[in-house]
């Protein structure tokens, strides 16, 4: 008669645990993933606008008034 022993100790650990921790270190490394990337995109078109020539939008432009009357007839 051969008997099947029950795995102890880690490898016993990892068969009732594993799954569960699988499932949160998967969602915490697409989660990481994903917000690398969008930094990656906003690195990347700050570059864009540099090579292009295209300067970072400052308060002073935004707050600039033009006059009207200096475009029309």
Do not use: C, H
Request: glycine residues 8%; proline residues 3%.
């Amino acid at each position: 008669m051969t008997g099947t022993a029950t795995p102890t100790g880690f490898v016993g650990w990892v068969l009732n645990y594993g799954q569960i921790v699988a499932f949160f270190a998967q969602l915490i490394y697409w989660t990481v993933l994903s917000v690398v990337s969008v930094y990656a995109v906003m690195l990347f078109k700050r570059l864009v606008d540099l090579k292009a020539g295209i300067g970072p939008k400052t308060k002073d432009a935004e707050k600039k008034a033009v006059a009207v009357e200096d475009f029309t007839d």
